[in-house]
C-alpha cells in the first residue's frame, strides 16, 4: 500500500506553518506576513502504528479562488490537479478567533468533496471567542481538533484524527443556498470543464464552475484553463449581468452566519483583540507610525555597526593568528601561499562579518514573527501607491534587506505579473546582507570613531543613511520604470492584519541558524572557488626578482607609513629582507624609477592587469586598479570584494599578515605620501555598491522567476549604468568642493 499524502491548507496567519513544524518535527520557515511560504513543503508524518504520511505544507490562501499561477497552487494540490498528486486528506487550519472569515474554505473544500479535518489552531489566543469543538464536529460532520501549535498543545490529538480520517475519509456537510439563476449559470459553466475535471458528483462539478466563474478573468494567469472554458465563462458573464460573484459569496457567508449559531458562536466568531486594536491606533498613524518606523530602522542599523564591531574583532584576531600558525607550520612554497593568502585571508576576511549578518536575521525574524511586517506594508502602502504598486511589494522589497533572492520569490504571492516583474526589477537595489560587511569594512577603515554635535556617532549614522539611500533609490527606480518600462495602474492593497504576538525565540534562532550556515556554505563553496580562481590571477605570473625587490619599500609603507618622514616616502631599493636605502634624489624623481616602484606581484599578475585595464573607466570615480580588480570578483558574489581585497594586499604586502584588512586600508599611501582612499573615495564605493548589479545568483533567479531574459538583462544594464552616474557625479563634486 502506497503512503497516504496529506494536504496542510488554510489562511495566511493561522499558524499553519507552525503546526506543520510541530506535527513533523520539521523547521519550515515561520511568518505571519504574506510572501513568507510560496513553495509546497512536504515531511513525513508520523501517525502511530508504524504507520506514515506524506503531509504538504500549501502556500496560504483565503480560498481556492485564483487570478495568478501562485494562488492556483492551492486548487491544484487539493484537486491533484496540474502534476500534483492527488491527496487522500486535507488538514485545514483555522484562526479559532476567526472562525466566520477561515471556514469560507471550509465550505469550498467541502463542496468539492475532499476529506477533512479542521485543526482550529491559536486556540490559546481566542479567549472568549474560542469555539465549542464538540459541538462544531456535530455540525459539519468532520473531526475538529482544538490546538495550539506555538504550545504543542493539541498535535497528539491532531494526529490521532489524521489517523482515523485516513480510514474513513469523512466528508463535511454544507447546505448553501444558491439562487435560482446562479445554479443555471454554474450548470453551463459546467458542461465545458475539462475532462480530466469531470469526475465525481453534479456538486462537485457545479463547485468547479462556481470557481470558474469566480477566478476566470481576461487578465488572469492561470495555468492549464482551456480556451472553451474560458469561452463559456465569458459567455455566462454576459448573459446574466449580474453580479455573480457577490451572489455566491453572500449566499456562502449566510449558511455560515446560521452554522456558527447553531454551534453556539454567534457574533463572537469575529471578534478582533483588543490589545492589537491598540497599539495599532499608534503604529498605524499615518504620522506616529511613520516616525515610529523611522527611529526603529535607526536604532537597527546602529545596533547592526556597533553591538557586531567587537565580535568583527575577535574574528579577525582569530583569522591572522590561523594565517601566522600556518605560515609558520608549513615552508615556503606555492601551497603555502594558497593556503595563507587565498584561503584563509581570502573567506576569512568574509567570515569575519558573520557575527553582524546574524544580528540582522535576528532582527528581521523578530519584526516577522511579532506581527510588526505586516504593519510596514500597510504604512508603506500610501508611499507605494504613489509609485504604481501597493504596500504587499513593500514586503519582499524589506525582506531584500536580508537577502535578494528569497526577496524576489516573495514576489509570487502578488496576483498582477507586471506588479512582480517591476517589484523584482527593483528589489536588488535594497541593501542585502551581502553588502553589509562591504560598508562596514569601508566605514571602519575610512571614516573616523567621532561624534556629530557631541552626541551621534558618525560611523552609526553613515551605516544608517546607506540603507535609507537604497531604499529611496529602489522607491525612485520603481516610480521611473513603473511609469515607462513596466506601465500598469495601481490595484488597492488587500491585507490582513495579524494580531502581536509574541515572537517565537525557537522559530527565530533556527532561521538565524539556517541563514547564517548558508552564508557559511557559499563562503566555503562559491567565495572559495572564485577566490582561489583570483589569487591564481593575482599571484601569476611572477614578476622578475628586481621587481619583488622595489615593491618591498612600498610594502613597508603600508604596514606603518607614519614611522617613515614625509621626505623618505618615495620608491626604494633593497638588496635582501627588510634592508632598504633610500636613493639619491635625482633618481628619486626619475620617471623610470617611479613607474617601477608603481609596479608589484600584483600589478603584474593577470589580475592586475586586468584591475590596470579597468582603471580608466574607474578612475572618474574615485577607485584605483587594486578596487578594480575587487569589482571584478565582486560580480560573481558581493563578498568576494572583501576577499578579493584581502588577497590584494596579503600577496602584494611584504609581510602580509601585518594588521587587518582594515587597518590596511586605513593606512595606504599614494606617491605623494597622501592616503589613497579618502572618506570620499570611501563613500563613492559604498554607493557603488548599494546601487550595482553584482550579484550572479540574483540575475538568474528574476531569469526564472520571469522566464525571459529580457529582464534580467534590463536589470543588469540600468543598475551599473545607474550606479557608474552616481559615482561619477558624487566624486567629481566632492573632488570640486574640496573634500
Known amino acids: 500500500m502506497s503512503e497516504a499524502r496529506v494536504c496542510l491548507l488554510g489562511n495566511p496567519n493561522v499558524g499553519k506553518t507552525a503546526l506543520f513544524n510541530a506535527l513533523t518535527g520539521q523547521r519550515g520557515r515561520v511568518g505571519n506576513y504574506p510572501g513568507v511560504t510560496v513553495e509546497c513543503v512536504g515531511a513525513p508524518l508520523r501517525l502511530g502504528d508504524d504507520r506514515t504520511a506524506e503531509l504538504i505544507d ?147 462539478r457545479r463547485a468547479l464552475a462556481l470557481w470558474a466563474l469566480m477566478s476566470l478573468e481576461d487578465e488572469d494567469e492561470l495555468t492549464g484553463m482551456s480556451p472553451e472554458l474560458r469561452e463559456r465563462v465569458r459567455d455566462v458573464r454576459r448573459d446574466a449581468g449580474r453580479d455573480q460573484d457577490l451572489e455566491i459569496v453572500s449566499a456562502r457567508y449566510s449558511w455560515l452566519t446560521e452554522l456558527l449559531a447553531r454551534a453556539g458562536q454567534g457574533e463572537v466568531s469575529g471578534a478582533a483583540h483588543p490589545l492589537t486594536e491598540r497599539v495599532d491606533r ?196 520603481t516610480a521611473v520604470l513603473g511609469r515607462t518600462i513596466v506601465k500598469g495602474k495601481s490595484v488597492p492593497l488587500i491585507l490582513e492584519l495579524p494580531p502581536y504576538r509574541m515572537p517565537s525565540w525557537l522559530a527565530v534562532a533556527r532561521m538565524m541558524r539556517d541563514r547564517s550556515w548558508e552564508f557559511v556554505r557559499e563562503a566555503g563553496t562559491v567565495i572559495l572557488a572564485f577566490t582561489v580562481v583570483l589569487w591564481g590571477l593575482l599571484s601569476f605570473p611572477k614578476p622578475p626578482a628586481s621587481v619583488v625587490e622595489t615593491s618591498a619599500a612600498p610594502a613597508a609603507l603600508v604596514a606603518a607609513p607614519e614611522a617613515l618622514p614625509a621626505a623618505t616616502v618615495g620608491p626604494t631599493t633593497g638588496a635582501g629582507h627588510g634592508a632598504e636605502t633610500a636613493p639619491p634624489p635625482d633618481a628619486a624623481s626619475s620617471p623610470e624609477l617611479e613607474a617601477e616602484a608603481e609596479r608589484s606581484p600584483i600589478a603584474q599578475s593577470y589580475g592586475g592587469r586586468l584591475g590596470h585595464a579597468l582603471e580608466p573607466l574607474l578612475r572618474p570615480l574615485g577607485f584605483d586598479w587594486k578596487i578594480g580588480v575587487g569589482l571584478i570578483g565582486a560580480f560573481a558574489a558581493r563578498e568576494v570584494f572583501i576577499s578579493t581585497l584581502g588577497l590584494v594586499y596579503g600577496i602584494g604586502d611584504a609581510d602580509e599578515n601585518t594588521g587587518t584588512l582594515r587597518e590596511k586600508l586605513r593606512a595606504e599611501r599614494g606617491p605623494d605620501g597622501r592616503p589613497l582612499y579618502r572618506p570620499l573615495t570611501g563613500l563613492s564605493l559604498m554607493v557603488f555598491f548599494a546601487v550595482a548589479c553584482q550579484c550572479m545568483s540574483t540575475v538568474a533567479v528574476v531569469y526564472r522567476e520571469s522566464k525571459s531574459w529580457r529582464w534580467p538583462l534590463l536589470m543588469v544594464v540600468y543598475m551599473n549604468g545607474l550606479a557608474w552616474a552616481l559615482c561619477f557625479a558624487l566624486y567629481q563634486l566632492g573632488t570640486k568642493l574640496g573634500f
Open 282 to 477: 499608534v503604529l498605524l498613524h499615518p504620522v506616529a507610525g511613520f516616525a515610529i518606523f523611522l527611529v526603529l530602522m535607526t536604532l537597527v542599523f546602529q545596533a547592526l555597526f556597533t553591538w557586531s564591531d567587537p565580535a568583527i574583532s575577535a574574528v579577525e584576531r582569530g583569522v591572522q593568528a590561523v594565517q601566522q600558525l600556518v605560515q609558520g607550520l608549513l615552508p615556503e612554497t606555492v601551497m603555502r601561499a594558497l593556503l595563507v593568502e587565498g584561503v584563509l585571508g581570502g573567506v576569512g576576511n568574509v567570515l569575519v562579518f558573520l557575527p553582524q549578518i546574524l544580528l540582522l536575521f535576528a532582527i528581521v525574524g523578530l519584526m516577522e514573527d511579532s506581527g510588526y511586517m505586516a504593519r510596514v506594508a500597510y504604512l508603506m502602502d500610501r508611499v507605494m501607491r504613489a509609485l504604481g504598486l501597493h504596500g504587499r511589494a513593500f514586503v519582499p522589497m524589506f525582506s531584500g534587506f536580508a537577502c535578494a533572492i528569497p526577496a524576489v520569490l516573495a514576489t509570487r504571492t502578488m496576483e498582477r505579473r507586471r506588479d512582480r516583474i517591476l517589484t523584482m526589477l527593483v528589489v536588488p537595489l535594497m541593501s542585502c546582507s551581502a553588502r553589509l560587511p562591504i560598508y562596514t569594512l569601508v566605514i571602519a577603515a575610512l571614516f573616523p570613531p567621532r561624534l556629530i554635535g557631541g552626541v551621534l556617532p558618525l560611523q552609526g549614522l553613515l551605516m544608517v543613511a546607506m540603507y535609507l539611500f537604497s531604499t529611496v533609490i529602489a522607491l525612485v527606480a
Open 58 to 204: 500549501v502556500p496560504g490562501c483565503y480560498s481556492l479562488c485564483a487570478r495568478s499561477a501562485e494562488e492556483q497552487v492551492a486548487l491544484n494540490a487539493a484537486l491533484g490537479l496540474g502534476g500534483f498528486p492527488k491527496p487522500d486528506l486535507v488538514v485545514q487550519v483555522l484562526d479559532a478567533g476567526q472562525l466566520l472569515r477561515n471556514l469560507y474554505l471550509t465550505v469550498q473544500l467541502a463542496e468539492l468533496g475532499i476529506p477533512l479535518v479542521l485543526a482550529l489552531n491559536l486556540m490559546d489566543e481566542a479567549g472568549d471567542a474560542a469555539p465549542d469543538v464538540a459541538a462544531l464536529t456535530r455540525q459539519l460532520g468532520v473531526p475538529c481538533v482544538g490546538t495550539s501549535a506555538r504550545h504543542g498543545q493539541g498535535i497528539e490529538q491532531l494526529r490521532e484524527a489524521i489517523a482515523g480520517a485516513l480510514d474513513e475519509r469523512p466528508l463535511a456537510r454544507v447546505g448553501v443556498r444558491y439562487p435560482e439563476a446562479l445554479r443555471r449559470d454554474a450548470d453551463r459553466v459546467a458542461d465545458a470543464l475539462p475532462e480530466a475535471w469531470q469526475q465525481g458528483s453534479v456538486e462537485r
